[in-house]
């Protein structure tokens, strides 16, 4: 048997997909901003204090660091927050 589906019905589950999808980006925006500053700072000192990582870590090296840091943060919480929200809206429409 085949639902109808409602023009209505269809507006409000992409209104709701689009504000899941906009909490996960903020979320996901705020992770990636708290993991650069907790990468950046024991990168860029251990660039300056250990005579190992001032030979071998060129800034190109460090930037890198940090930014794959920022990006792995970026995407797991994101995610996360994505499927909480979604778990929790089809709870709510059962």
Sequence with gaps: MAKNV???????????????SHEGVVAGAKAAVVASVATAIPTFA??????WART??????????VST????????????????????NSFKQA
Excluded at 6 to 20: E, G, N, T, V
Excluded at 46 to 51: E, N, T
């Design 6 to 20: 409602s023009l209505a019905s269809m507006d409000q589950k992409l209104a709701m997909a689009k504000r899941c």
């Design 46 to 51: 251990f660039g300056k204090m250990l005579p």
């Design 56 to 65: 071998y870590l060129n800034p190109t090296a460090k930037a890198l660091i």
């Design 69 to 88: 840091a920022a990006g792995m943060a970026y995407f797991v919480v994101a995610d996360k927050t994505i499927l909480k929200i979604a778990r929790k």
